[in-house]
């Protein structure tokens, strides 16, 4: 009844603490939209479309084929029957289909506005090189005699396309740790301040503990013999069911609000208990670092300056603000010390790497390593404050 | 009720022991005014009594259960909850339920007046009306011996008178209660006796019924100089008179002998400026003992 009571004051107390709502909530989901825009152009799965300007010469079968299979290569562009020198133009010569089967052959020949960028250039070379392929092997097919002419377009594609299909099984090794270079906007931003404001419950951690010391509550509790772990839970246990509910409210702004905005989507997966083990253990391991910044601060201005300077400062070399997969060796090698590398190593594995719990155990025993860590020092230490609150008296 | 036995505590590194050999026996239904200048010792045994340090020597004895309700001088409670709140979470903490709880809930905010202020939050209240509401938390728990440190501070009067009346009731139902306070008389008013601790030693321990009942004083003082014929009359009436050019102190004077002087000095040409007449005061008292000292 007294731990619950106890609890159940720190709950109230945080839901009237609005500077500690904005820190916990507000800010790490304003981080994380600003910088999902900010690296949106990273790794885009699906990319823009393009307009393409056709300059057909030839009025074949085969120029129409190639027009299909080159369609169906860029599906979302538009290929244009005309001659805007503003948009990349393909043209087909007259003699296109004579010198089809002709080795070397030379194909649709390409030109880019000096603009057109880099990406977008291959894109339309590979589409090309794929579609005269095809092209070509639709004219060797029929020169065979194992295609037949009478088909629809659409049809002869599709019997092109299977005679070209072939599977390549791919494989993520998900302990390369280089998960972050494959990452999209949103895979690399929502999990960064997800953790980052998780964290930040040291600060609320430690200036309700600062309050309790300097108004006298905790004499009172003192006088009332509740024992240390008592008190020590009483900060824990809400903070850990704080850490949840953001865990839940930023991964569902990545996954329904993002996509709303025009940028990926978040996609969690099927390992649902996956995310929960991750979650506990990037709790344990900041609420029992935020009991020890507690401890440790010997005033408010202490307790901020401890909790946010420590925060940042773990968030920095962690790959929060920088994704590590752009960082230095050097760096990334520092990041190895931050908790929050740990948790964000994890929670790419699941969301790049579509990893399971097995996959994110040693990142999480990582983290319960530090928990345990920070918890008994940030415990004994605890415990030395309580019994160091005393009576004061001014006469 | 609760006897401390040689109790000494020494502060590390601290060259002097805060408390040596304090020996003081605490009966049910007993108020003692604590006193005693800064660094006297108070906090210490305050906080020995109430189990938040241990003694470095001697030792505590508690006649029935250990129960203590803490009214510190600091305003412990939560600013962002609510007066009702704050009560019903000490009240958790307390253990209290049932009969007992609504009673005790009952007894407090009418002692303090703070029933119509339950849904203001705490941090909203004026000075007097946080002190009212931390005393009531205090002695919202039932205990055997209430640690009253300074509760009147910055209470309005009117609303002081009911704090007092509270804890005059609280020690006629037989609790116990050590009281420290600036305000002398109040203590003088409550507490029965009075433990005075000077360097960690308790200078003296004395019941206030009988040790201030002393002889009547007497003070008067003129604007210039004293009537010519006083000191024959006095000395006539008998009266042992310190002099000075203007004013004369006498310490010990009948209410007959006063009578018969005040007739003599009403038929003077001047009239005296000040008249200070009865017996010393607590704080005459504590000034007498402590030499003044702070």
């Known amino acids: 009844m007294r731990l619950w009571a106890l609890i159940a004051k720190e709950i109230r107390l945080l839901r009237r603490d609005w500077h500690a709502i904005a820190v916990l909530f507000l800010m790490p989901a304003t981080f994380l939209i600003l910088m999902a825009f900010a690296m949106s152009g990273l790794n885009r799965e699906q990319l823009p479309p393009l307009a393409i300007n056709l300059q057909v010469a030839d009025s074949s079968a085969d120029s129409a084929f190639f027009i299909s299979a080159l369609q169906a290569q860029l599906s979302d562009s538009k290929l244009q029957h005309a001659s805007d020198n503003q948009q990349p133009s393909i043209r087909i010569d007259k003699n296109f289909s004579t010198h089809l089967l002709d080795t070397p052959h030379i194909g649709p020949s390409l030109s880019f506005p000096a603009a057109t960028d880099h990406l977008s250039r291959q894109r339309i070379h590979s589409a090309v090189t794929i579609a005269l392929a095809q092209t070509r092997l639709r004219a060797f097919l ?66 309700s503990f600062q309050h309790e010391q300097q108004s006298g509550t905790l004499l009172r509790f003192r006088g009332l013999q509740l024992n240390v772990a008592t008190l020590a839970l009483s900060k824990l246990l809400p903070y850990i069911a704080i850490n949840f509910v953001q865990f839940v409210a930023l991964l569902a702004l990545g996954v329904f609000a993002l996509p709303a905005l025009g940028l990926p989507a978040l996609q969690i997966g099927d390992h649902l208990s996956a995310y929960f083990v991750l979650a506990l253990c990037i709790a344990m391991a900041s609420c029992s670092l935020g009991l020890l910044i507690a401890a440790l601060a010997k005033n408010t201005e202490q307790a901020l300056l401890l909790s946010a300077g420590s925060n940042i400062i773990l968030a920095a070399i962690g790959g929060v603000m920088v994704p590590k997969s752009i960082m230095p060796i050097a760096m990334q090698q520092l990041a190895e010390l931050s908790p929050m590398s740990w948790a964000l190593d994890a929670f790419l594995t699941l969301l790049v790497g579509q990893g399971s719990t097995v996959d994110i155990l040693p990142w999480c025993l990582r983290l319960l390593a530090f928990a345990v860590l920070c918890g008994t020092s940030g415990l004994l230490l605890f415990r030395r404050r309580v019994q160091q609150t005393l009576w004061t008296t001014h006469n | 009720m609760l006897t401390l036995n040689n109790l000494s505590f020494r502060y590390p590194a601290a060259a002097q022991p805060a408390l040596s ?139 002081r008178q009911h704090l007092l009346a509270y804890i005059q009731q609280l020690r006629d139902s037989g609790k116990s209660i050590i009281y420290t306070s600036h305000y002398l008389h109040e203590i003088e008013a409550i507490a029965a006796r009075i433990v005075l601790l000077d360097r960690g030693h308790i200078q003296c321990d004395l019941d206030t019924r009988s040790s201030l009942k002393q002889p009547q004083q ?32 006498i310490a010990e004077i009948s209410d007959q002998q006063f009578l018969t002087l005040y007739h003599f000095i009403g038929a003077q040409a001047q009239l005296p400026s000040k008249i200070e007449y009865g017996q010393p005061t607590l704080e005459q008292f504590y000034l007498n003992m402590t030499g003044g000292a702070l």
């Open chain 1, 142 to 207: 029929m020169d065979s005699q194992l295609l037949d002419e009478q088909i629809p377009i659409d049809e002869q594609l599709f019997l092109v396309q299977a005679r070209t299909q072939s599977e390549l099984p791919q494989y993520d090794v998900l302990s390369s740790g280089n998960l972050a270079a494959k990452a999209n906007a949103s895979q690399l931003s929502v999990p960064a301040w997800l953790i980052f404001g998780m964290f930040f419950v040291m600060l609320p951690m430690a200036n």
């Open chain 2, 218 to 249: 007497l003070l008067l003082q003129w604007p210039e100089q004293l009537p010519t014929s006083l000191v024959a009359f006095c000395s006539g009436l008998g009266l042992r008179a310190e002099f000075s050019s203007s004013s004369v102190f």
């Open chain 2, 21 to 159: 050999d304090i020996n003081l026996s605490i009966q049910a239904g007993e108020c003692i005014g604590l006193l005693g200048a800064n660094g006297a010792g108070k906090t210490t045994l305050l906080s020995l009594i109430s189990s938040l340090m241990q003694p470095s020597s001697g030792s505590i004895e508690w006649q029935g259960p250990r129960s203590i309700g803490l009214v510190p001088q600091q305003l412990a409670f939560y600013s962002r909850l609510s007066v009702q709140e704050n009560l019903n979470l000490f009240a958790d903490l307390y253990q209290l339920r049932g009969n007992l709880r609504q009673q005790q809930m009952d007894s407090v905010l009418q002692a303090t007046g703070l029933q119509p202020l339950l849904k203001s939050y705490a941090g909203t209240l004026s000075g007097g009306q946080q002190r009212r509401l931390n005393f009531a938390i205090g002695v919202l728990q039932p205990a055997q011996l209430y640690l009253l440190d300074e509760v009147s501070v910055g209470v309005d009067s009117r609303s």
